[in-house]
C-alpha cells in the first residue's frame, strides 16, 4: 500500500512538474539576443544593430530598405503589444479581441474613417515613403511570423494573434493621433451646449478669454442634439482614456542659443507627452544617404524629434499652437436630411449620402453592422434627430480628411541643412498642425510654425459654437506662418498659455527670463507648473492666512504660499493646488453646467485650458454673476467668498480623502501613477550630438507603497564612431539574410 501511495505521490508530481513547466514554456517569450547573430529571411545584405548601455538602437545597413526591415523587427520585439493596440485603434477592431465594451471605440474609429482615409491616402504619398513604410512593415510581420508561438504573454491570456502590418497602418495611426492630439471636438460640443442654454451675452460674462463666439443671432436646436453629441464625446474619451493621450500635458518645449548656456552650446528639448513616457524609442539610423537620430514612436518609422549631421529638430503637436493662434481644425455642419434619411440637403440642392456598411466583430458576441453615412463635407458622426419640424444630419469636417503628405515632411527633414530647406520639409506637415523647433550646427535656433485652417463656405450652416471664422480679425484661411528665426532673446520656449494671458507681471521665477546662463540639468528639472504661476499671486492677493482660523487650513496656507511652482519636486502643495484649481472650477461653473447638462461639467473639466484661463480671467475682473450659485437664491457671493471657499473645502476634502497629516498629501500618495510619470529631453547638436534624459517615475515598492524614481541620463549619439559604441560595452547583434 505505501508503494502505491508513493508511485501515486511520483506521478502527481511529475504531473504538477509537466503542467508547470509547459506552462512555463507556454508562456515564454522571445527576446533578442544579447550578442551574435539573427537572421531576416528578407534582407538583402547583412545588417548590424548596436544597443547601447541605455537601450537605445543604433542601426547600420547597406541600404535603406535593409534599415527599416530591421527597424520595424526591432521596434515588433520590444513595442508589439501597444503597437498592436494603436492599431487596432486606428483600424476600428478592439472590440473583437476585447469584447463589447469597445464597440462604441471601434464605432467611432470606423465613422472618421481613419483606417479608409489611409486607404485612400495609400497610392498618393511619395513613392519613397511608401518604399520605407512597406520595409518596415515587412520587419514587424517578420518578427510577428517568426515568434508566432512565442510572442508576448498578453496575446496568449487573450488568446488572439497581433495583426499583420500593411503601409496604410502607420498613415491610420498617424491620422489617428492627430485627432487624438486636439481638443476641438470637446470644446465645440461644451460651449455649444452652453451658448443654446444661456446664449452669447451670458457666455462672454463667463468665459472672458474667448472671442470668438457666433453672432447673436443663430438656430436654436433647443437641447435635442445633447444625447447623440454626449455619446459622440463619451466615444471619444473612451478612445483617449485607452491611449492614455490627455492633451493637458502637452505643455513644455525650448530651444536655446549658446549663448544661454553654461556649455556654452545650443540645444532644443521638451517634456513628452503622457502617452509617450513608455512608449517611445531613441534610435539611429544609418545607410547610405541616411544619417539621422533621435525619438521615434513605434509603428510610424521617422524620427520626430532628432538630428541629421546638420540640423535638429522638435516637433510640437498642436496642442501647443497657443503661441500663435489657437487651432481651429474642425466644425460640425449641419444638413436638413430627407425623411428616409437618404439624401441630405447643401447649398438648397439634395445630394444622396455615401453610404459605406461596417462590419465590426466582437468577441463572444455576434458580429454587429454599422451603417456610416457621409456628405460632401465630412461623415455623419449622429444619427438622424428630430429637431423641430426639420431632420438634421450632423458631419464633422476636419483638416485630417484632406489628404497631405505628411510624412515626407519627415523624410525631407532627414536631409535639410539650412533654415530654408527646414522651412521646405515643415510646410509638407499639415496634420497635425504643428509647431517644429529648429537648431542647426552653427546654433542658430528658429520655429517654423505652421497653422492649417478649413474652408468653409459661408453658406454653411455650422452649429453654433466657437470657431475661427467668428474671430473680428479673421479674413481668410492661413495655410502657413514662418517666424522666429534668431530672436534676440536667445530662446524660444512653447506653453499651453494663450501668449495674452501671460505678458503681465504674474510670472514667478521663470530661470528663461533671467540673465544668467542656464545648465542643461537646470533647464530639465525647472518643470514649473505655469498655471500655479499665474493663479496663486492672486489668490494670496484676495485672500491671506488671518481670513482663516482652522489650523490645519493655516498651515495648508503657508506651504502653499512657500511653494516655489515646481512639479519636480511632487511637494503636497503640488497636490494643493491641483485640488484648489478643481474646487475653484466648482465653485464658477458646476451650478450653470448641471443646469444645462448633468455630462457638461466633467466634460469642461478636459479642457484645462479654457477652465484655468476663464477662471483666471474672471478673478483678475473681480466680480461676475458666474460666481452666485443659483442654487442658491437671496445669497451673493462674492470674488473673495468663491476662492476662500474653495481654499477650505480643498484643504477639508484633502484631509478626509487622504490624511489630516498634510505630509501625506504629497502627489505619489494621491494621483494616479501615469498623471506622475514625466519624461523630459534635451538634445545638444555637437559633432557628436548629446540627449539629456530626466524622468520622474513611481513604482510599486516590496511594502506595496508607492516609491518614487527620479532617472538622469546623458548618451552621446554617436553615428559616425560606432567603435566608441562598443569599447562601452554595447550589444552588437548582426542580421544576416536568410
Given at each position: 500500500?505505501?508503494?502505491n501511495?508513493r508511485?501515486?505521490?511520483?506521478l502527481i508530481?511529475?504531473?504538477i512538474?509537466?503542467?508547470i513547466?509547459?506552462?512555463v514554456?507556454y508562456f515564454?517569450?522571445?527576446?533578442?539576443?544579447q550578442?551574435g547573430?539573427?537572421?531576416?529571411?528578407?534582407?538583402s545584405?547583412?545588417a548590424?544593430v548596436?544597443?547601447?548601455?541605455?537601450g537605445?538602437?543604433?542601426l547600420y545597413?547597406?541600404?535603406?530598405n535593409d534599415?527599416y526591415?530591421?527597424?520595424g523587427?526591432?521596434?515588433?520585439?520590444r513595442?508589439?503589444v501597444?503597437?498592436?493596440?494603436f492599431?487596432?485603434?486606428a483600424?476600428?477592431?478592439?472590440?473583437?479581441v476585447f469584447?463589447?465594451e469597445y464597440v462604441?471605440i471601434?464605432?467611432l474609429s470606423?465613422?472618421i474613417?481613419?483606417?479608409?482615409?489611409a486607404?485612400d491616402?495609400?497610392?498618393?504619398i511619395?513613392?519613397?515613403?511608401?518604399q520605407?513604410?512597406?520595409?518596415?512593415?515587412?520587419?514587424i510581420?517578420?518578427?510577428?511570423?517568426?515568434?508566432t508561438?512565442?510572442l508576448?504573454?498578453?496575446f496568449?491570456?487573450?488568446?488572439y494573434?497581433?495583426?499583420h502590418?500593411?503601409?496604410?497602418?502607420c498613415l491610420?495611426?498617424?491620422?489617428?493621433?492627430?485627432?487624438?492630439?486636439?481638443d476641438q471636438?470637446?470644446?465645440?460640443?461644451?460651449?455649444?451646449k452652453?451658448?443654446?442654454i444661456?446664449?452669447?451675452e451670458?457666455i462672454l460674462e463667463?468665459?472672458p478669454?474667448?472671442?470668438?463666439l457666433?453672432?447673436g443671432?443663430?438656430?436654436?436646436h433647443n437641447?435635442q442634439?445633447?444625447?447623440d453629441?454626449?455619446?459622440l464625446?463619451d466615444?471619444?474619451?473612451?478612445?483617449?482614456d485607452l491611449l492614455k493621450?490627455?492633451?493637458?500635458n502637452?505643455?513644455?518645449?525650448?530651444v536655446?542659443?549658446a549663448?544661454?548656456t553654461?556649455?556654452?552650446i545650443?540645444?532644443?528639448?521638451?517634456?513628452l507627452?503622457?502617452?509617450?513616457?513608455?512608449?517611445?524609442?531613441?534610435?539611429?539610423l544609418t545607410?547610405?544617404?541616411?544619417s539621422v537620430?533621435?525619438?521615434?514612436?513605434?509603428?510610424?518609422p521617422?524620427?520626430?524629434?532628432g538630428?541629421?549631421?546638420t540640423?535638429?529638430?522638435?516637433?510640437?503637436?498642436?496642442?501647443?499652437l497657443?503661441?500663435?493662434r489657437?487651432?481651429d481644425?474642425?466644425?460640425?455642419?449641419?444638413?436638413?436630411?430627407s425623411?428616409?434619411s437618404?439624401?441630405y440637403?447643401?447649398?438648397n440642392q439634395?445630394?444622396?449620402?455615401?453610404?459605406r456598411?461596417e462590419r465590426?466583430?466582437?468577441?463572444?458576441?455576434t458580429?454587429t453592422?454599422?451603417?456610416?453615412?457621409e456628405?460632401?463635407?465630412g461623415?455623419?458622426?449622429c444619427?438622424m434627430?428630430?429637431?423641430?419640424?426639420?431632420?438634421?444630419?450632423?458631419?464633422?469636417q476636419?483638416?485630417?480628411?484632406?489628404?497631405s503628405?505628411?510624412?515626407k515632411?519627415y523624410?525631407?527633414?532627414y536631409?535639410?541643412?539650412?533654415w530654408e530647406t527646414f522651412?521646405e520639409?515643415?510646410?509638407?506637415?499639415v496634420?497635425?498642425?504643428?509647431?517644429?523647433?529648429?537648431?542647426?550646427i552653427n546654433?542658430?535656433?528658429g520655429?517654423a510654425?505652421y497653422?492649417?485652417?478649413?474652408?468653409?463656405?459661408?453658406?454653411?450652416?455650422?452649429?453654433?459654437?466657437?470657431?475661427?471664422?467668428?474671430?473680428?480679425?479673421?479674413i481668410?484661411?492661413?495655410?502657413?506662418?514662418?517666424r522666429n528665426?534668431?530672436?534676440q532673446?536667445?530662446y524660444?520656449?512653447?506653453?499651453?498659455?494663450f501668449?495674452?494671458?501671460?505678458?503681465?507681471?504674474?510670472?514667478?521665477?521663470?530661470?528663461?527670463?533671467?540673465?544668467s546662463r542656464l545648465s542643461?540639468q537646470d533647464?530639465?528639472?525647472?518643470?514649473t507648473d505655469?498655471?500655479?504661476?499665474?493663479?496663486?499671486?492672486l489668490?494670496?492677493e484676495?485672500?491671506?492666512i488671518?481670513?482663516?482660523?482652522?489650523p490645519?487650513?493655516r498651515?495648508?496656507?503657508?506651504i502653499?504660499?512657500q511653494w516655489?511652482?515646481?512639479?519636480?519636486?511632487?511637494?503636497?502643495a503640488?497636490?494643493?493646488?491641483?485640488?484648489?484649481l478643481?474646487?475653484?472650477c466648482?465653485?464658477?461653473?458646476?451650478d450653470?453646467?448641471?443646469?444645462t447638462d448633468?455630462q457638461l461639467?466633467s466634460?469642461?473639466?478636459?479642457l484645462?485650458?479654457?477652465?484655468?484661463l476663464?477662471?483666471l480671467?474672471?478673478?483678475?475682473?473681480?466680480?461676475?454673476s458666474?460666481f452666485?450659485?443659483?442654487r442658491?437664491s437671496?445669497?451673493?457671493e462674492?470674488?473673495?467668498?468663491?476662492?476662500l471657499?474653495?481654499f477650505?473645502e480643498?484643504?477639508?476634502?484633502?484631509a478626509?480623502?487622504y490624511?489630516?497629516?498634510?505630509?501625506?498629501?504629497?502627489?505619489e500618495?494621491?494621483?494616479?501613477q501615469?498623471?506622475?510619470?514625466?519624461?523630459?529631453?534635451l538634445?545638444?547638436l555637437t559633432?557628436?550630438?548629446?540627449?539629456?534624459?530626466?524622468s520622474?517615475?513611481l513604482?510599486?515598492?516590496?511594502?506595496?507603497?508607492r516609491?518614487?524614481i527620479?532617472?538622469?541620463r546623458k548618451?552621446?549619439?554617436?553615428?559616425?564612431?560606432?567603435?566608441?559604441?562598443?569599447?562601452?560595452?554595447?550589444?552588437?547583434?548582426?542580421?544576416l539574410?536568410?
Amino acid at each position: 500500500m505505501n508503494r502505491n501511495l508513493r508511485h501515486f505521490a511520483i506521478l502527481i508530481i511529475v504531473l504538477i512538474v509537466s503542467i508547470i513547466g509547459g506552462i512555463v514554456i507556454y508562456f515564454q517569450e522571445a527576446r533578442l539576443p544579447q550578442s551574435g547573430t539573427l537572421t531576416h529571411p528578407q534582407t538583402s545584405q547583412p545588417a548590424e544593430v548596436i544597443i547601447d548601455k541605455d537601450g537605445y538602437f543604433h542601426l547600420y545597413a547597406h541600404n535603406s530598405n535593409d534599415l527599416y526591415k530591421t527597424l520595424g523587427y526591432m521596434h515588433a520585439a520590444r513595442y508589439l503589444v501597444k503597437m498592436d493596440l494603436f492599431l487596432r485603434a486606428a483600424n476600428g477592431t478592439l472590440s473583437e479581441v476585447f469584447g463589447a465594451e469597445y464597440v462604441d471605440i471601434d464605432v467611432l474609429s470606423r465613422t472618421i474613417g481613419f483606417s479608409s482615409l489611409a486607404s485612400d491616402f495609400i497610392n498618393r504619398i511619395d513613392p519613397l515613403v511608401f518604399q520605407i513604410l512597406s520595409a518596415y512593415c515587412n520587419g514587424i510581420n517578420t518578427y510577428i511570423d517568426r515568434h508566432t508561438y512565442h510572442l508576448p504573454r498578453d496575446f496568449k491570456i487573450r488568446r488572439y494573434s497581433p495583426s499583420h502590418w500593411k503601409p496604410e497602418d502607420c498613415l491610420a495611426i498617424q491620422r489617428l493621433l492627430a485627432w487624438s492630439l486636439s481638443d476641438q471636438l470637446i470644446k465645440k460640443i461644451v460651449f455649444y451646449k452652453l451658448l443654446e442654454i444661456y446664449g452669447p451675452e451670458k457666455i462672454l460674462e463667463g468665459f472672458p478669454a474667448v472671442d470668438n463666439l457666433p453672432p447673436g443671432s443663430f438656430p436654436v436646436h433647443n437641447t435635442q442634439l445633447f444625447t447623440d453629441l454626449n455619446h459622440l464625446v463619451d466615444s471619444h474619451l473612451q478612445l483617449l482614456d485607452l491611449l492614455k493621450i490627455t492633451v493637458d500635458n502637452l505643455e513644455n518645449s525650448w530651444v536655446l542659443s549658446a549663448g544661454r548656456t553654461i556649455d556654452n552650446i545650443s540645444a532644443l528639448g521638451g517634456e513628452l507627452p503622457g502617452f509617450l513616457n513608455d512608449y517611445h524609442d531613441i534610435v539611429e539610423l544609418t545607410a547610405p544617404g541616411i544619417s539621422v537620430s533621435g525619438l521615434t514612436i513605434p509603428g510610424i518609422p521617422f524620427v520626430l524629434f532628432g538630428c541629421n549631421s546638420t540640423v535638429a529638430w522638435n516637433l510640437i503637436p498642436e496642442g501647443n499652437l497657443r503661441s500663435i493662434r489657437p487651432v481651429d481644425n474642425l466644425e460640425f455642419i449641419l444638413n436638413p436630411a430627407s425623411e428616409n434619411s437618404n439624401q441630405y440637403r447643401f447649398k438648397n440642392q439634395w445630394s444622396d449620402f455615401i453610404i459605406r456598411q461596417e462590419r465590426i466583430a466582437i468577441r463572444n458576441k455576434t458580429d454587429t453592422t454599422i451603417t456610416v453615412r457621409e456628405t460632401m463635407l465630412g461623415p455623419v458622426v449622429c444619427p438622424m434627430t428630430e429637431n423641430r419640424h426639420n431632420q438634421y444630419a450632423i458631419s464633422v469636417q476636419w483638416k485630417g480628411f484632406q489628404f497631405s503628405d505628411d510624412l515626407k515632411s519627415y523624410l525631407q527633414l532627414y536631409s535639410a541643412n539650412n533654415w530654408e530647406t527646414f522651412k521646405e520639409a515643415v510646410r509638407l506637415h499639415v496634420i497635425p498642425a504643428a509647431e517644429v523647433d529648429y537648431l542647426d550646427i552653427n546654433g542658430n535656433i528658429g520655429t517654423a510654425q505652421y497653422v492649417s485652417d478649413l474652408e468653409i463656405d459661408k453658406s454653411t450652416e455650422r452649429l453654433p459654437t466657437l470657431s475661427r471664422l467668428f474671430e473680428p480679425d479673421y479674413i481668410a484661411p492661413i495655410h502657413y506662418l514662418f517666424r522666429n528665426l534668431n530672436p534676440q532673446t536667445g530662446y524660444i520656449r512653447h506653453h499651453r498659455m494663450f501668449s495674452k494671458f501671460v505678458q503681465d507681471s504674474m510670472i514667478c521665477n521663470d530661470i528663461f527670463d533671467s540673465d544668467s546662463r542656464l545648465s542643461f540639468q537646470d533647464i530639465l528639472d525647472h518643470n514649473t507648473d505655469r498655471q500655479a504661476e499665474l493663479l496663486l499671486p492672486l489668490v494670496f492677493e484676495i485672500i491671506s492666512i488671518n481670513d482663516l482660523s482652522n489650523p490645519i487650513h493655516r498651515r495648508a496656507f503657508e506651504i502653499l504660499s512657500q511653494w516655489n511652482c515646481r512639479t519636480r519636486d511632487l511637494s503636497p502643495a503640488l497636490s494643493i493646488f491641483n485640488t484648489l484649481l478643481n474646487k475653484l472650477c466648482e465653485q464658477i461653473f458646476k451650478d450653470e453646467m448641471d443646469l444645462t447638462d448633468p455630462q457638461l461639467y466633467s466634460q469642461f473639466k478636459r479642457l484645462r485650458d479654457e477652465s484655468f484661463l476663464n477662471i483666471l480671467q474672471l478673478l483678475r475682473q473681480g466680480e461676475s454673476s458666474w460666481f452666485d450659485d443659483i442654487r442658491t437664491s437671496g445669497i451673493v457671493e462674492r470674488r473673495k467668498t468663491v476662492v476662500l471657499s474653495a481654499f477650505t473645502e480643498t484643504v477639508d476634502f484633502l484631509a478626509e480623502q487622504y490624511s489630516p497629516n498634510i505630509s501625506q498629501w504629497a502627489p505619489e500618495n494621491i494621483l494616479p501613477q501615469d498623471q506622475i510619470d514625466r519624461t523630459s529631453f534635451l538634445l545638444a547638436l555637437t559633432p557628436y550630438p548629446l540627449i539629456y534624459e530626466s524622468s520622474v517615475r513611481l513604482h510599486r515598492s516590496r511594502r506595496l507603497g508607492r516609491e518614487r524614481i527620479i532617472a538622469h541620463r546623458k548618451s552621446r549619439l554617436q553615428s559616425y564612431n560606432r567603435y566608441a559604441l562598443i569599447q562601452e560595452a554595447a550589444r552588437i547583434i548582426t542580421v544576416l539574410p536568410e
